[in-house]
């Protein structure tokens, strides 16, 4: 079964700020990687799919890349509503997340 | 609009059973594939199950495996859960989702596009 790595596992960031996430996959997946928003008490929501293409109506300052083993979900100028936890998603299995709060 | 709307979830004893429905609208519920995910109360999401559009292929998480059905009515644009010999690590909200892939031929299009908002199963005595 595929692993997914997270890191970090939370990160404090102000608006404006460029935030960067990682994540990891235990076996090469290709690009079969997608990227979720979750916040408190809603469903996830899609951001990314196929390692780096942005679903639509999500805002341009979301951005993924990667292939094989090793991904990226970067947030190029934090805002106010993208404060979150952040989820991979790699084959049967999802990343452990990545909380996105307020420094 | 694409909608998918879980019911059936509640509080149930250990060893009990529940059956979780998900109905969809607003897209051509036979040609994707759905799946359920869940999430125990502040932890992260674990995938439970995919069927493929036409129900000929299926998979369960370990997890679940022996305990959970998962199946789909395309005349009625519904997926179901049935959930057997429940235990407390089962507590969760239980997500339907739409995947615009198919679970057998793991590429690119394997992703969750839209979900429902949830179902809260409590087991619990």
């Known amino acids: 079964d595929i692993q997914m790595t997270q890191s970090p596992s939370s990160v404090s960031a102000s608006v404006g700020d460029r935030v960067t996430i990682t994540c990891r996959a235990s076996?090469?997946?290709?690009?079969?990687l997608a990227w979720y928003q979750q916040k408190p008490g809603k469903a996830p929501k899609l951001l990314i799919y196929a390692a780096s293409s942005l679903q639509s109506g999500v805002p341009s300052r979301f951005s993924g890349s990667g292939s094989g083993t090793d991904f990226t979900l970067t947030i190029s100028s934090l805002q106010p509503e993208d404060f979150a936890t952040y989820y991979c998603h790699g084959g049967f299995t999802f990343g452990p997340g990545t909380k996105v709060d307020i420094k | 609009e694409v909608q998918l709307v879980e019911s059936g979830g509640g509080l149930v004893k250990p060893g009990g059973s529940l059956r979780l429905s998900c109905a969809a609208s607003g897209f051509t519920f036979s040609s994707y594939s759905m799946n359920w995910v869940r999430q125990a109360p502040g932890k992260g999401l674990e995938w439970v199950s995919s069927?493929?559009?036409?129900?000929?292929?299926?998979y369960y998480a370990d997890s679940v495996k022996g305990r959970f059905t998962i199946s789909r009515d395309n005349a009625k644009n519904s997926l179901y859960l049935q959930m057997n010999s429940l235990r407390a690590e089962d507590t969760a909200v239980y997500y339907c989702?739409?995947?615009?892939?198919?679970?057998?031929?793991?590429?690119?299009?394997?992703?969750?596009?839209?979900w429902g908002q949830g179902t809260l199963v409590t087991v619990s005595s």
């Open positions: 989702a739409r995947a615009p892939g198919s679970p057998e031929q793991m590429d690119t299009a394997w992703y969750f596009d839209y």
């Open positions: 076996q090469g997946i290709s690009s079969w």
């Open positions: 069927i493929s559009s036409s129900s000929s292929y299926i």
